[in-house]
C-alpha cells in the first residue's frame, strides 16, 4: 500500500518542541517533493515548510521561520519536521504530502498544489 504516515504529534506546553516524522511506505521518497501543511479548527489549510528531492532548498512560512526546520534523510525513507519554541497558534493537524518531480529544485509550500500523496495527519496541541 502506496501511503505516507505522520507521527510525533502530541500535547506540548508554550515554547516546547517536537518533532514531526513522515515516512513513506510502498515507494520511495527520493524522487519527490515534500510539504508540510497544518490546518486548525476553521481554518484553511496552510502550507508550513517544503524540502527539495535531495534537500537543497527548502521554504518556510513567515509564522514558523527561526521556530521550524525541515530535513530529510532519504535513506530512511522519511522526511522531518523539527518545531521549536512551540505558540498555541500553532495548534493544528498537521499533515506531509508528496509531488513527484524531475526538478531537483521543487519546493511547495501551496496546499492547492497537485501532491500525489497525503497522509492522514497528526494532531499537534500547544497548551499550558
Known amino acids: 500500500q502506496l501511503q505516507l504516515v505522520e507521527s510525533g504529534g502530541g500535547l506540548v506546553q508554550p515554547g516546547g518542541s517536537l518533532r514531526l516524522s513522515c515516512t513513506a511506505s510502498?515507494?520511495?521518497?527520493?524522487?519527490?517533493?515534500i510539504g508540510w501543511f497544518r490546518q486548525a479548527p476553521g481554518k484553511e489549510r496552510e502550507g508550513v515548510s517544503c524540502i527539495s528531492t535531495r534537500g537543497g532548498r527548502t521554504k518556510y512560512a513567515d509564522s514558523v521561520k527561526g521556530r521550524f526546520t525541515i530535513s530529510r534523510d532519504n535513506a530512511k525513507n522519511t522526511v522531518y519536521l523539527q518545531m521549536n519554541s512551540l505558540k498555541p497558534e500553532d495548534t493544528a493537524v498537521y499533515y506531509c504530502?508528496?509531488?513527484?518531480?524531475?526538478?531537483?529544485?521543487?519546493?511547495?509550500?501551496?496546499?492547492?498544489?497537485?501532491?500525489?500523496?497525503w497522509g492522514k495527519g497528526t494532531l499537534v496541541t500547544v497548551s499550558s
Open positions: 510502498g515507494f520511495t521518497l527520493d524522487y519527490y517533493a
Open positions: 504530502a508528496a509531488a513527484r518531480t524531475g526538478l531537483s529544485t521543487l519546493c511547495i509550500l501551496s496546499p492547492d498544489y497537485g501532491m500525489e500523496y
